[in-house]
């Protein structure tokens, strides 16, 4: 490998935040993301764990400094241990300066302590409520209790754990004093997430469950002094502070058009095509380069380079007319949330 020049694409933004999704399976059925019975790809269309590797290694090569795993449910990928151990050498060696993930919690009981031990230091956990009757509807086949006890290894391990939580009308509003204090008294961030029209997945009317982070906000001032805090990640997360808890609370608006020009970071789907934009359908092949050339990285970098070389300025996501404008043919699972 010789280039080194940092990933810059053509509106001077250096890519340096990798999200990579390993698995397109998952072990719950969230009705906002994926239908009951999804077809999932052919294990050949995957990358190997090795190819994941060889693919991860090569941005931070090219300057990703911090590289978040997601899915689908990264932990059910049988072997993902390996991959994050894998990882770890980069976090050793100071190349990386953070590897986390994104994840339902399901498995953590199981693999927090390994992923503490690989050099994890917090997780994004997806928790929509705290109601056993409406966590196994919303997620079809989760089971509270269990994503529960992850939480608990988690902490234990000494992960830090951070909530996000899909804000749906009608579903969690009313529970948003209880997911609060329960995320207070556990020292743990929350951040609330707009729903977006993800993909087709039959009848559920996401307009319906649209609730505006607008509405979250007003309903925190009304028990909570709210400062505006200027944090900013190159994401499309803000935040404010409830200055009676000290709580950080982070407000995910990905369909507004707020965050393109800090925007860091491109996504890379668990069959190798990188997306350079989550409201956009550029995107690229990587695994092409990955396996015609098993052993020269060279190619990869070349793809990967010409890929930013291609980033848009920003998306088309519109809410505002109530119709669902800019709409993706892809789910959130493919592309990695
Ligand atoms: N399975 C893991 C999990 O649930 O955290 C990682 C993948 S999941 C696709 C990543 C995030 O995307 C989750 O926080 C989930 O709530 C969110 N998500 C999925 N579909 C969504 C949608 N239509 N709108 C907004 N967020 C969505
Ligand atoms: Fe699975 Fe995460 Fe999608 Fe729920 S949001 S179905 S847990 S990938």
């Given at each position: 490998m010789s280039d080194t020049a940092p990933l810059i694409d053509p509106f001077q933004r250096a890519i340096s935040y990798l999200r990579v999704s390993v698995t397109d399976r998952c072990d719950f059925r969230c009705v906002y993301c994926m239908s009951e019975n999804m077809t999932f790809l052919p294990k050949k269309e995957l990358l190997t764990l090795e190819e994941l590797d060889r693919l991860c290694s090569t941005f931070i090569h090219l300057g990703v400094k911090k590289l978040r795993i997601t899915g689908?449910?990264?932990?059910?990928?049988?072997g993902i241990m390996t991959f994050f151990e894998g990882m770890g050498r980069h976090l050793e060696s100071g190349a990386l300066d953070e590897l986390t993930l994104t994840t339902n919690g399901s498995q953590l009981e199981r693999f927090a302590d390994d992923l503490y031990a690989t050099g994890v230091r917090r997780v994004n956990l997806s928790l929509d409520t705290l109601d056993e009757q409406k966590f196994a509807d919303i997620t079809r086949w989760g089971?509270?209790?269990?994503?529960?006890?992850?939480?608990?290894?988690a902490q234990k391990a000494g992960l830090r754990v951070k909530i996000n939580a899909v804000a749906l009308k009608g579903f969690n509003e009313d529970e948003l004093p209880r997911i609060t204090e329960w995320c207070a008294e556990r020292d743990m961030d929350l951040t609330w997430i707009e729903v977006m029209p993800m993909g087709d997945i039959g009848n559920e009317d996401r307009l319906d469950q649209y609730w505006s982070l607008k509405d979250v906000r007003a309903r925190y001032a009304e028990n909570y002094t709210v400062t505006d805090l200027a944090e900013r990640t190159g994401g499309p997360a803000r935040y404010v502070r409830l200055e009676e808890?000290?709580?950080?609370?982070?407000?995910?608006?990905?369909?507004?058009?707020?965050?393109?020009?800090s925007c860091n970071r491109v996504r890379v789907t668990c069959t190798g095509e990188i997306f350079m934009c989550l409201g956009q359908e550029?995107?690229?092949d990587l695994r092409g380069a990955l396996r015609a050339h098993p052993t020269d990285d060279a190619p990869l970098e070349e793809a990967i380079r010409g890929a930013i070389a291609l980033k848009p300025k920003g998306h088309d996501f519109d809410y505002s007319r109530q119709r669902l404008d800019g709409q993706m043919t892809r789910h959130m699972s493919h592309t990695g949330g």
């Open positions: 689908g449910e990264p932990l059910v990928r049988r089971r509270l209790p269990q994503v529960l006890r992850g939480v608990d290894a808890t000290g709580q950080k609370i982070g407000f995910i608006t990905p369909l507004s058009h707020n965050f393109c020009e550029d995107r690229a």
